[in-house]
């Protein structure tokens, strides 16, 4: 009595038939579980294990072994075997949504970091979002939406899926850099007339300014130069 081999991998949930591995067998095999090493008990079923669900702390692989015996016959002995089975959890792929910006102007809105996960088996976690510099950018740990804090500055954005009993844990990372707006400065007129000795006050032609605007003579015009004050 032999086995194929002694050794195989599988994932919570997935069923593995251990009578295919026996060999040169002189009685009718009994597979017995020695050591059930998921969180969750994993079942037999004759020859069938069904791999139970593993552990949520964690993504550490866990291990079963059963015991496969030969009860041999009249003309050869008896023998046992044991057969170790590493289960792993199931897995996904994650990559950032095709509309996740790599860089956001200060006031955009509307803007969000989204994850997605491709892949089968078991049950997935949710995905949370973090920023590491909040003084730049914010995001929404649910939705993933973007708010510019300040400009001129980067944030690692950081996606994580929980792991379950069944999948491990994924990440993924990107760095949003941020820009200063487009100037919303303007004036209400560009021109105005006014007669020799008179005075006029820039400031009451000025809106929407985000700063402290200055004044400079650009054309000296007049015979006798203008002042600016």
Do not use: C
Not at 13 to 32: A, F, H, P, R
Not at 47 to 72: F, K, L, R
């Amino acid at each position: 009595f032999t086995l194929s081999s002694n050794t195989a991998t599988k994932k919570p949930g997935e069923t593995i038939n251990l009578s295919s591995y026996v060999q040169n067998n002189k009685g009718t095999v009994t597979y017995t579980i020695k050591t059930n090493g998921t969180t969750t008990a994993s079942t037999i079923s004759g020859s069938a294990v069904t791999i139970g669900a593993m552990n949520t702390a964690n993504d550490n692989n866990q291990s079963v072994v059963v015991t496969i015996t030969d009860p041999g016959n009249s003309n050869y002995a008896s023998k046992s075997l044991d057969f170790t089975i590493t289960a792993t959890k199931h897995t996904r792929t994650v990559s950032w949504a095709s509309g996740t910006p790599d860089s956001i102007a200060y006031g955009t809105t509307g803007k969000t970091a989204t994850e997605t996960a491709s892949g089968s088996g078991g049950t997935a976690g949710s995905i949370s979002y973090t920023s590491a510099s909040t003084s730049y950018i914010t995001i929404n740990s649910s939705t993933g939406a973007l708010t510019v804090v300040a400009a001129g500055g980067s944030s690692k954005i950081t996606a994580t899926m929980a792991r379950t009993a069944t999948v491990a844990q994924a990440t993924a990372e990107k760095t949003i850099s941020t820009s200063k707006a487009g100037a919303t400065f303007s004036l209400s007129s560009t021109s105005a007339t006014k007669y020799t000795g008179e005075q006029i006050d820039l400031s009451s032609y000025v809106q929407n300014a985000k700063g402290t605007v200055t004044y400079t003579i650009k054309t000296n015009g007049t015979t006798t130069a203008s002042t600016i004050s």
